[in-house]
């Protein structure tokens, strides 16, 4: 078995080296998103905190100091770092994506600019005057003229031993903290040729740098607080250190004289700085879960925590700092379902949302109600949610999506993972090793009628008129008739290579997710005995899927989406694929968009071309890249390049099909060419643009948000 699936997985390869395949393979768009999760990092300007999420910017407003308020979020999908301000730009450090750079002289609608992509992870960023200074991880230090924001420009890079993490700039010296090689003090007066000034080895690995007076202060992962005397930058000197033990010192920032200490121990310490060669631990604030950075703000300070949001502490009185308020966002959501306009999600940490897409473009939260213990699944029947957490069974009733209300439970004291609401019963799976059926003809009421022992712990169910398909996780697939709710009986069963989490049958298929071995395509023409058609392998983990038409979209957790192609179920080919930031745990396709439920948020992203004709096989050497920024606001570039001269033909179509504007209409020679559309005219949506270049033609798409 092992053996056939090495060449089949072989010939796909082959296939995918030697098929162009035309346009119609998806290619997938960011749309919208809302309850964004994973708060890295934050600087605050005037009234406002503009915070680094996952997913990009977020600007709070804290004209009331302990109740952060929304204002806006721009999306960017590079995975979003370290930030700072200078007058009206924000400069954003996106991981893999480089320097983003942000117009921010109005808060409530941030505005892309230009972004420099980077060698390494871009991690933190500073600016002085012309010039900003990235810390790259592996890239070392990258020094980037920004004189004019909409083209940065590189200038010069220092290739630091280490993994170049926080950044600090005092004068005309760069203080980086390099991980596990310490930290390196570089001499940047002359931008175009940084110099080491000197350096200086911390025991642990070096997150983070602040500089005050004479001294720099270091976050030294597993040796908490070091302070060096850098009055000589070229000879910097040990004074004083902090340390406990099994404390990791992530961030911290220095006001007056105290150091605002975050760990990765769910914590906030202040440590008395007065005398720096004896610090000594004055307060401590416990509850921020896995905290990344802390800014100081008059009696305040601001802390960004990956699972919790931003929390407001008052530090007024340094022995006892007290929580005073924060910006939630205490969501990692986990599976989901569509029903007219609402998306049903729900949330490890928050329980059920109701969210509005009736506007995809801006899907807005309209409920959210807490559910006990880990809310995992949902399935809908009729004006009834039906979600199950590690205590069972909750019905809400949703007859007004905006006002949901448990109306019954089944509590149970273990874990259910899925649930399938067909007629009068729910089946229900979880780590009981059981197939629990609930009679849910009195939705006030549920009362379980069987619970059948599967083999081993089911993940994932399915309902196909009278028969139960249940992932068994490392027994595969079972298939069950359920005719008689109260009896169910085996009928058939698949040992998948992996670990099944979810199945869909589709006519005589059943497609499974199936963890680490990716996609597992079964023949189920014949119940009793499942045949293994096709397989692909998704690498990572292939978590939940969702099955439209000719396509299967796998959750694939934190590699993003795959979009695998079905046609032929005996040779699936990868037909897209689009990296979220974070886990995707949930999917769900329909003809219009995929809704994904991520760590790092709900997420609406577009696939699918409506409208166009673009047919024609494309030449190899001809290629239309996506328009970046995308999404943009107001103005966006588009690059192509001919592989002859040719006589060309660059539209722009709106999401029904029509023709909105000609941005080329030339005979241009062979070679890259681009063109930036000015968009500042047409409304916010989808967008297609379309290339032809004599009998040639490609279609990409785009999304204006304003």
Avoid at 7 to 19: K, P, S
Wanted: with cysteine; hydrophobic share 40%.
């Amino acid at each position: 078995m092992f053996e056939m699936k090495k060449l089949i997985f072989a010939g796909m390869i082959i296939c995918q080296l030697l098929v162009v395949h035309a346009i119609h393979a998806q290619n997938i768009s960011y749309v919208g998103s809302t309850l964004w999760s994973m708060a890295n990092n934050l600087v605050i300007s005037g009234d406002y905190i503009y915070c680094t999420y996952e997913n990009g910017l977020v600007v709070l407003n804290i004209s009331n100091p302990i109740s952060p308020v929304f204002v806006s979020q721009l999306y960017f999908q590079g995975n979003a770092r370290g930030i700072c301000v200078n007058g009206s730009y924000a400069y954003m450090a996106d991981s893999s994506a480089g320097l983003q750079i942000i117009n921010i002289s109005d808060p409530s609608n941030p505005t892309f600019v230009a972004n420099y992509d980077t060698p390494g992870e871009a991690r933190d960023v500073v600016v002085n005057g012309n010039y900003a200074y990235i810390t790259d991880w592996q890239a070392g230090v990258q020094i980037i003229n920004i004189s004019n924001p909409a083209n940065p420009t590189f200038v010069s890079s220092y290739n630091t031993p280490g993994n170049a993490s926080g950044v600090f700039l005092s004068g005309n010296y760069l203080y980086v903290a390099d991980y596990s090689a310490g930290i390196k003090i570089l001499n940047i007066s002359n931008p175009n040729n940084p110099i080491l000034a000197g350096s200086y080895d911390t025991p642990g690995q070096a997150l983070d740098v602040f500089v005050s007076g004479s001294y720099a202060y270091i976050a030294d992962n597993y040796s908490d607080l070091r302070i060096i005397n850098v009055s000589n930058p070229s000879a910097p000197t040990f004074v004083g250190s902090y340390d406990e033990p099994y404390d990791n010192a992530v961030a911290l920032s220095i006001e007056g004289n105290y150091a605002y200490l975050a760990t990765s121990f769910i914590e906030l310490k202040v440590i008395d700085v007065s005398n720096p060669a004896n610090p000594t631990l004055t307060g401590t604030y416990f509850g921020a879960y896995i905290p990344k950075n802390v800014s100081i703000r008059g009696n305040y300070a601001y802390m960004a925590a990956v699972y919790d949001g931003i929390y407001v502490i008052n530090i007024s009185n340094p022995v006892n700092p007290v929580f005073s308020g924060m910006y939630n966002s205490i969501f990692w959501h986990y599976n989901l379902v569509i029903k007219d306009n609402y998306a049903y999600v729900t949330d490890d940490q928050a329980g059920f949302h109701v969210i509005n897409i009736a506007n995809p473009i801006n899907p807005t939260s309209v409920a959210n109600i807490y559910i006990n213990y880990h809310a995992d699944d949902v399935d809908i029947s009729g004006n009834y949610a039906f979600v199950v957490s590690d205590r069972g069974l909750y019905i809400l009733n949703i007859a007004n999506p905006s006002s949901p209300a448990i109306i019954g439970s089944y509590v149970v004291y273990y874990n259910m993972f899925d649930i399938s609401v067909v007629g009068n019963y729910a089946y229900l799976v979880g780590d009981d090793s059981c197939l629990s059926v609930i009679n849910v003809s009195n939705p006030t009421d549920p009362m379980c009628v069987e619970r059948y022992l599967t083999p081993g712990i089911a993940e994932g169910i399915f309902i196909d008129e009278n028969y139960a398909y249940l992932a068994d996780d490392t027994h595969g697939i079972l298939i069950l008739n359920i005719s008689d709710p109260v009896n169910p009986i085996l009928i058939g069963s698949y040992d998948t290579p992996g670990n099944a989490l979810g199945v869909i049958v589709r006519d005589n298929y059943a497609f499974v997710a199936d963890a680490n071995s990716g996609i597992e395509i079964l023949n189920i023409s014949n119940l009793s005995n499942p045949q293994l058609t096709g397989y692909y392998n998704t690498n990572i983990c292939a978590i939940n899927i969702s099955v439209l038409e000719n396509h299967i979209f796998v959750a694939n957790g934190t590699s993003g989406i795959k979009v695998i192609d079905i046609s032929n179920p005996a040779n699936p080919f990868l037909s897209s694929s689009y990296n979220t930031p974070g886990n995707v745990n949930g999917i769900y396709a329909s003809s219009d968009y995929i809704y994904l439920a991520d760590q790092a948020g709900f997420m609406i992203l577009s696939y699918d071309i409506t409208g166009i004709d673009d047919s024609q096989e494309l030449s190899t050497n001809f290629s239309l890249s996506s328009v970046y920024p995308n999404p943009f606001n107001a103005q966006t570039t588009i690059k192509y390049t001919l592989s002859a001269s040719s006589n060309v033909l660059l539209e722009i179509f709106d999401i029904t099909g029509r023709k909105v504007e000609t941005l080329v209409s030339a005979h241009q020679e062979v070679g890259e060419h681009q063109v930036i559309w000015n968009a500042v005219d047409k409304p916010s949506g989808i967008y297609f643009y379309r290339l032809k270049a004599g009998e040639t033609v490609k279609t990409e798409r785009c999304v204006l948000i304003k």
